[in-house]
């Protein structure tokens, strides 16, 4: 308890803050199938299957021997309300700076605080309507909280505005396929990719993808994709 109320006031221990990277960078790898708005250099994506509304290990789960403790939900609350207090503090001087809450929403991302994201993501897109990286990572944490439709939607406006906007247009496809099973959309959505992003990073990646979509997409009801039971 005493390490929470330390973490509410916002002065963190050594151990707490190393605690709250290590948990960002878990978070990071685990949902890392989809890439992040902001991202300079998207994701890898990872193979289809890998796709899942959960980040990290379990909370209850017990560390290996001279590591920390996986944080519980509620203590990686408390660090990022702690980690925002900064950024709360000056949003009161300035609270139409959009890019601010765009950080305090990212702060709550990482964190897996998605709710709490979506609100701060969406004040921010109330002052500029067009921030499609703001968009994007707001769809994503939709899909998160396990609401593909609203995350489509979002991906939709970003393309919309930007049509070439190449996260958008790589975790469309991963919400397509894996939340809705429909193979035709992530096809198109990946394929799409390629075409206006020659030199897509992750090319190779996206290209296993549509194969391994339109492989399923071929089989017949009943019929074996030929992989193990997953």
């Given at each position: ?50 796709i899942r509304a959960s980040g990290g290990m379990d909370a209850g789960g017990t560390a290996p021997v001279g590591t920390p403790q996986t944080p519980t939900p509620e203590q990686l609350r408390q660090m ?151």
């Amino acid at each position: 308890m005493t390490e929470i109320n330390q973490a509410k006031s916002g002065n963190w221990t050594p151990t707490q803050a190393y605690i709250f990277s290590v948990i960002c960078l878990l978070l990071g790898v685990a949902i890392g199938y989809l890439a992040r708005g902001s991202a300079t250099s998207p994701s890898a994506p990872a193979n289809a299957e890998q796709i899942r509304a959960s980040g990290g290990m379990d909370a209850g789960g017990t560390a290996p021997v001279g590591t920390p403790q996986t944080p519980t939900p509620e203590q990686l609350r408390q660090m990022a309300d702690a980690q925002v207090q900064p950024l709360l503090a000056r949003l009161k001087t300035d609270p139409n700076d959009a890019n601010l809450l765009y950080q305090i929403g990212n702060v709550y991302y990482d964190s897996q605080q998605y709710p709490e994201a979506v609100k701060y993501y969406e004040n921010s897109l109330r002052i500029d309507p067009k921030a499609t990286d703001v968009r994007t990572d707001m769809g994503t944490a939709y899909h998160l909280m396990g609401q593909p439709d609203q995350a489509i939607k979002e991906y939709d406006a970003v393309l919309k505005i930007y049509p070439t906007h190449a996260n958008a247009l790589l975790n469309r496809g991963m919400v397509k396929w894996q939340d809705k099973q429909d193979l035709e959309g992530a096809i198109a959505s990946w394929k799409t990719l390629l075409k206006v992003h020659p030199d897509y990073p992750q090319r190779a990646k996206v290209q296993q993808l549509i194969d391994e979509a339109e492989q399923h997409l071929s089989l017949k009801p009943g019929a074996s994709s030929g992989k193990p039971a997953q």
